[in-house]
């Protein structure tokens, strides 16, 4: 006999709106739709309405429900916030004084019901399995039920009334809600809503959380006595709550909850306030060089301290400010876009985009078809997806099936290395071996206010700085009246973490110096007469960092510099019947030439390295006396704005470093390095030409022999100096002869022969770097 015992609802959050419908797209080129069943309403500071207040406890960016620690990069859903703008913009039009009356307008928030793992913090692919009855409410009413799990373990429940057989939409739609089996993922919006949850933080001062703490500092100002003088009941923000019914535990397609979440964030995102290409490109599903980024990026991300290694996340920069500017973060050593446009240059490149040290052609984002720009042969790609799927499959159309593939492929046969490039080149070591340690004293400190700054979020570290100039401002403009002694204590503090913080990053590029530098077994030559090692050499490694190491330039030269000839080489041995060069024994032997060269032994290959990229240090490297020269990489091989097209230029240096002795690679390389040596040297010549014409007041066609052979000697001896710092013994350097007398020479300088891309990623380097202003 059953007992009939009754089963208690799991639901705990009951909200009263609209309910629509629209769909958002599941990927590939023949794939269905999926439905996105939304719930609208409103929430405020009305606490009468007890679910207000329940929303908002529960509702929070995404930085403060998932550890970013805890997340994979395809769980990413939402770009750092800028606290400083919701303090200094938001808060303020949502409490104006000057129209208190009024109902403020801004568009609806928009928040995924988010299904979590069983006993884990982190998102579900799927709901748990949805049904849709007709049941009668305990009202007494027929209504329509849609739920998401069984009573009493239900993820979400939307309760329609039903009339006549006709479903209400509006005013009468319930939708309640656990929130211990989902969350409340703000996907687009999340600005707005900091403005709101901050006034009711204030408020209630509920900021203890440790997911929330760190980001009060930025909000302080709003005091509740402050905030008690406006009409807060009429504070209200639409809110728009999304569900995938169709996404549950017996959906058979290749969508997923967090694909639609972040299809939901672009979709709305293309059209409102621009989002920076680096969060699109760690949201985007229809882009293969997407995909290949954020397995890349877990890839760093799950090998954190694995096999020795201090590479971490944090050392690259997820969430550039800016689309086309040098690495900001003091933390990273790389960024998203770096990465993405290593990945594109190493799938979708033609070997004859890059010709020697010309500036690389070709418009790689418009570059769509795996099959005509060889990505299906580096990848394997017609093997592993059969020849059917094969031909369906482009950059942007793909199963997730194909996508998988092609990835896994992918990480083997290039992702791997990216990685171990960022772990293995001595440089990037130092870097991420220093910052490991910055890491650990704060760690040890528990310094609640500077990691967050620095390790937390990307962006942080921006909104800090700008969120102190905000509040400034204000006090100078006396807008908080009586509240200014109060905000006068905020920024003082705010100026003393600051300081703090400028501390912790002088002390963060000291330590990375002296990790630069910690072979040379000479030190003695690098130091000061106190000791320590000599201010002006700290200054140059840093300035090495800044303006070569972490451009996007370099690190594209160092890695897919480095495929590019071996794929070279390769096709060429293919041709000739013989087996392809191992990647492993030729990534392995490209790392130990250019450490040798980048890592310097003694203080004179330190000072090698200061002539390539600065000027001449004559004598003693502690007396620092550097002296003009014309034989730098900056004034041989490029002598303008150094844009990620030109990154051949740096390709060619480390043709000069990377020798391959002994091995298969060495006569392939050689024939390049030669070809780029005729294109560098005929450039050289051309500009030593313009130099002497300017100086002389003299046309071309007026050229003596005398004047050309002054000028090519000029451009010789330059050259071959710079051949001897990047180290060549005298008699490797080639003759005056060989390179005028080179058939066909090629100016480097010369426009690529197919249209080139106008990128302006870098801003210019410091122009004092090599004359020895600044430095």
Request: negative net charge; hydrophobic residues 40%.
């Amino acid at each position: 006999m059953a007992l009939g015992l009754s089963v208690t609802s799991a639901l705990n959050l009951t909200l009263e709106g609209s309910v629509g419908s629209f769909s958002v797209g599941a990927g590939g080129e023949t794939a269905k739709s999926v439905e996105v069943k939304y719930f609208l309403t409103h929430v405020g500071l009305d606490f009468e309405n007890g679910a207000n207040e329940e929303v908002l406890k529960h509702l929070a960016p995404v930085r403060e429900i998932f550890p970013t620690v805890d997340l994979e990069f395809d769980e990413i859903m939402q770009r750092d916030i800028d606290d400083a703008r919701v303090s200094s913009d938001l808060v303020p039009y949502l409490l104006d004084h000057k129209s208190r009356d009024m109902v403020k307008l801004f568009p609806p928030i928009i928040v995924v019901v988010l299904p979590v793992k069983a006993y884990e913090n982190k998102p579900a692919d799927f709901y748990p399995a949805v049904t849709t009855d007709v049941e009668m409410t305990a009202e007494g009413h027929e209504a329509q039920i849609t739920r998401s799990g069984v009573k009493g373990q239900e993820v979400f429940e939307f309760v329609q009334p039903l009339q006549n057989g006709k479903l209400y939409e509006h005013d009468l739609v319930r939708l309640r809600l656990n929130t211990n089996k989902s969350r409340l993922v703000i996907v687009d919006g999340q600005h707005r809503a900091m403005a709101l949850l901050a006034v009711y933080r204030n408020l209630k001062q509920d900021w203890n959380d440790a997911m929330k703490a760190p980001y009060k500092d930025y909000y302080e100002e709003w005091t509740p006595n402050y905030i008690k003088k406006f009409e807060l009941k009429n504070i209200s923000l639409p809110v728009m709550f999304c569900t995938f019914p169709q996404l549950d535990e017996g959906y058979k397609g290749d969508f997923n909850v967090k694909m639609a979440a972040r299809s939901i964030f672009l979709t709305l995102n293309k059209t409102a306030r621009q989002v920076s290409a680096s969060r699109n490109r760690l949201l985007d599903d229809n882009d293969l060089i997407a995909l290949f980024l954020r397995d890349t990026l877990s890839t760093i991300k799950r090998g954190d301290l694995h096999a020795g290694s201090t590479l971490e996340i944090s050392n690259i920069e997820l969430d550039q400010a800016h689309d086309r500017v040098k690495i900001e973060s003091p933390i990273a050593i790389s960024g998203v876009n770096h990465i993405y446009y290593i990945i594109e240059h190493i799938v979708l490149n033609k070997l004859e985009d890059v010709n020697g040290a010309k500036p690389r052609a070709g418009l790689y984002y418009l570059r769509t078809d795996l099959e005509n720009f060889g990505a299906f042969r580096r990848l394997n790609g017609r093997n592993v997806l059969g020849a059917d799927l094969a031909d369906a499959t482009s950059r942007q159309f793909y199963t997730v099936g194909a996508g998988d593939l092609l990835t896994t492929e992918f990480r083997e046969r290039f992702g791997k290395y990216v990685v171990a490039a960022f772990q293995k080149f001595a440089p990037y070591q130092a870097h991420s071996s220093a910052v490991f340690w910055l890491s650990e004293q704060l760690r040890a400190q528990a310094n609640t206010k500077l990691r967050p700054i620095l390790f937390e979020g990307q962006g942080i570290g921006r909104t800090f700085t700008a969120h102190t100039e905000n509040l400034a401002e204000k006090i100078r403009s006396k807008e908080f009246g009586a509240e200014a002694p109060k905000l006068q204590e905020i920024l003082d503090r705010l100026n003393a973490t600051q300081k703090l913080v400028d501390e912790f990053i002088g002390k963060l590029k000291h330590e990375r110096a002296e990790r630069f530098l910690a072979k040379v077994t000479d030190k003695r030559a690098l130091r000061s007469e106190d000791g320590a090692t000599h201010p002006r050499v700290t200054d140059f490694v840093n300035k090495l960092y800044e303006n070569v190491l972490t451009t996007v330039a370099f690190q594209t030269a160092m890695i897919a510099g480095f495929f590019g000839e071996l794929e070279r080489a390769n096709l060429d041995r293919s041709k000739q019947g013989l087996e392809p060069i191992e990647t492993e024994a030729a990534f392995d032997g490209f790392m130990a030439d250019i450490n040798g060269f980048f890592s310097p032994n003694t203080s004179r290959e330190f000072k090698r390295l200061v002539e390539v990229f600065q000027d001449t240090l004559e004598g003693e490297v502690r007396d620092w006396k550097i002296t003009p020269s014309n034989s730098t990489f900056r004034r041989v091989v490029y002598r303008g704005e150094m844009q990620p097209a030109q990154w051949p230029k740096y390709k060619y240096l480390l043709l000069e470093i990377w020798r391959a002795s002994g091995s298969e690679l060495e006569a392939p390389l050689k024939a390049e390095r030669e070809k780029s040596r005729r294109q560098v040297f005929t450039s050289l010549e051309q500009e030593y030409q313009k130099d002497f014409l300017n100086r002389n007041l003299k046309r071309e066609e007026n050229l003596t022999s005398a004047d050309r052979s002054e000028i090519t000697n000029g451009a010789y001896e330059a050259f071959k100096k710079f051949l001897r710092n990047v180290g060549w013994m005298a008699q490797d350097v080639p003759s005056k002869k060989e390179l005028v007398e080179a058939a066909a020479p090629e100016d480097a300088a010369e426009a690529p022969i197919v249209e080139a891309e106008a990128e302006t990623w870098e801003a210019p380097e410091d122009p004092g770097f090599e004359s020895g202003e600044n430095v």
